[in-house]
């Protein structure tokens, strides 16, 4: 390991088991150096698989509902308490949507499902960047990322109100990103990742199969989460100091692929 996070100090929103993007961004921080606090839902927190990642990261665990102010509040005024300063990175690694649960197709939404997927997918980051803005939480020069996927730009069949959230959520990165940084050089910036066999992602109907067609169209395959935990470590770092308002593909060449000729030979040979 490179020490590349050593001294500095974070908040890891969004761990819920081993399978978590989160879950292994948190371990590969540790490995470089970080401390941090992990932070989920009380439903999440009951399941208990977070204890197991906050002994063998040595981080405290701290309930919050991403949605809720006064849970914001007490996530940073405590976690600047344990940490003892203030916050050099976040990373915010929440998706929800009640519609994709309830397998309620695009045209068929229920809309107060909908609000829900944009509060908890989207305007929470806003949420948490605005809480730290006031409680002046956040070190000059740190840096925030939020996980995004590309059914922000493009349409998949069953991503209904997700899709919209990304959108969203990728405008909040920028405009966020803007302000922030002529306030205190922080930079926020989003990484758009390949399917990942996660809780979240295989709550996506035809997910197996999505994955196996991801694979296929991208050169370098779909980018695991591990990779995915290396990538926001690098961003966390001082490496990318002027990297901002970004959404930053790690998807091994997907997002640029018209087609490949693997996928083209299911249609007969080239
Ligand atoms: P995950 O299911 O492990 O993580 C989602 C997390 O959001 C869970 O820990 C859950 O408890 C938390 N969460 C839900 N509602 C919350 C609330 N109200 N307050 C606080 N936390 C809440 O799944 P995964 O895949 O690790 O998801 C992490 C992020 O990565 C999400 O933003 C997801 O959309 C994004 N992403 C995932 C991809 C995938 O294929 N799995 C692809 C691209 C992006």
Redesign the pocket.
């Known amino acids: 390991m490179y020490n590349l996070l050593k001294g500095k100090r974070g908040i890891i929103?969004?761990?819920?088991?081993s399978?978590?993007?989160?879950?292994k961004v948190a371990e590969r921080a540790h490995q470089e150096g970080a401390t941090f606090t992990l932070?989920?839902?009380a439903?999440?927190l009951r399941l208990g698989e977070l204890n197991a990642l906050s002994e063998s990261t040595n981080s405290k665990i701290i309930e919050?509902?991403?949605?809720v102010m006064e849970d914001l509040h007490n996530l940073f005024t405590q976690t600047q308490e344990i940490l003892g300063g203030k916050i050099d990175f976040i990373l915010?690694?929440?998706?929800?949507s009640p519609n994709i649960r309830k397998n309620r197709p695009y045209m068929e939404m229920d809309y107060n499902f909908y609000q829900k997927t944009l509060d908890?997918?989207a305007l929470?980051l806003h949420k948490v960047l605005h809480t730290a803005y006031k409680l002046d939480a956040l070190n000059d020069e740190a840096s925030v990322i939020?996980?995004?996927?590309i059914a922000a730009q493009r349409t998949f069949p069953d991503y209904t109100d997700?899709a919209e959230a990304?959108a969203m959520l990728e405008s909040i990165v920028r405009s966020s990103g803007f302000h922030l940084g002529n306030h205190k050089k922080v930079r926020v910036n989003s990484i758009?990742?390949?399917?990942?066999?996660?809780?979240?992602?295989?709550?996506?109907s035809g997910?197996d199969a999505f994955?196996d067609y991801a694979e296929q169209m991208s050169p370098l395959g779909n980018a695991s989460?591990d990779e995915c935990a290396d990538y926001c470590v690098v961003m966390f770092s001082d490496l990318t100091k002027k990297v901002t308002m970004q959404n930053l593909f790690h998807d091994g060449g997907f997002s640029n692929t018209g087609v490949s000729k693997t996928v083209m030979n299911k249609f007969g040979e080239l």
């Open positions: 929103f969004g761990a819920l088991n399978n978590s993007i989160a879950w932070t989920n839902t439903l999440a919050a509902d991403v949605t915010h690694s929440v998706g929800m908890i997918s929470s939020a996980l995004t996927y997700m990304k758009s990742q390949s399917p990942t066999a996660t809780t979240a992602g295989n709550g996506v997910f994955i989460a």
